[in-house]
């Protein structure tokens, strides 16, 4: 069972650079999620997408876009790279938004991510 | 604003000694309550939740956590550590019935000695 499958799984860009994430999820979730893990600063929410079709900000979603691109797919894009963009990126599915009983969130191994 | 804090940015332990890793959030609605796990090298899992109930609740490998409400906390335990219970765990919370922000702590590293 793969689960959630993130690509790649290692990038170094240069700064103005841009790049896309792909995940995809072969769960049937419905919903999607992209957070960050710096030291020090746990997880933070990037963007999510509750259900197909829709997409919200989280946290920090300031120099990111994403695309909910089908049920099991949702791609992170960082238009313009920037040193202080450098992180791991993990995205996660749930069966449903994680405000209901029982839909724990599934991720994925993990982009790591330098901008230089 | 809301937040969730972990006191604890790094515990060591000696094995067989007892755990506990706090965890306050700052939400002023119903919430749901989570501690996720990463061992080194590896992505996160769920380790134990609270949505309703009894305020104990209890998770895979031995740990427990217990909601106080008035404490606006979800600390989690474990009577007695091993040594591949080292990992760094996660407190997580969202608010219920509006999904998907789940909002996690910082994070607490354990290191736990053979």
């Known amino acids: 069972n793969a689960g959630v499958t993130q690509t790649p799984k290692f990038q170094v860009l240069k700064t103005g650079q841009s790049m896309t994430l792909q995940c995809a999820q072969d769960?049937?979730?419905?919903?999607m999620y992209w957070y960050r893990q710096d030291p020090g600063m746990g997880l933070r929410l990037i963007y999510y997408?509750?259900?197909?079709?829709?997409?919200d900000k989280g946290e920090v979603p300031n120099g990111y876009n994403v695309s909910r691109l089908n049920k099991r797919e949702f791609s992170l894009r960082l238009e313009s790279a920037a040193p202080s963009q450098t992180s791991v990126y993990f995205c996660?599915?749930?069966?449903?938004?994680?405000?209901?009983?029982?839909?724990?969130?599934?991720f994925g191994n993990g982009t790591r991510l330098t901008v230089t | 604003a809301q937040s969730v804090s972990q006191h604890n940015h790094h515990v060591i332990l000696s094995e067989a000694a007892s755990l506990e890793l706090g965890c306050n959030y700052s939400?002023?609605?119903?919430?749901?309550l989570f501690w996720y796990v990463q061992y080194p090298g590896q992505h996160l899992q769920l380790l134990l939740k609270?949505?309703?109930?009894?305020?104990l609740v209890k998770g895979i490998k031995g740990f427990e956590a217990e909601f106080i409400k008035s404490k606006f906390s979800f600390n989690l335990r474990k009577p007695s550590v091993q040594w591949s219970d080292t990992a760094e765990y996660f407190c997580?919370?969202?608010?219920?019935?509006?999904?998907?922000?789940?909002?996690f702590g910082q994070g607490t590293e354990l290191s736990v000695k053979p």
């Open positions: 769960m049937n979730h419905n919903s």
């Open positions: 997408s509750a259900s197909e079709g829709t997409t």
């Open positions: 939400y002023g609605g119903t919430v749901n």
């Open positions: 609270y949505f309703s109930g009894d305020p």
């Open positions: 996660a599915s749930s069966e449903s938004p994680t405000g209901t009983y029982n839909s724990p969130l599934h």
């Open positions: 997580a919370v969202t608010l219920r019935n509006q999904g998907g922000k789940l909002i």
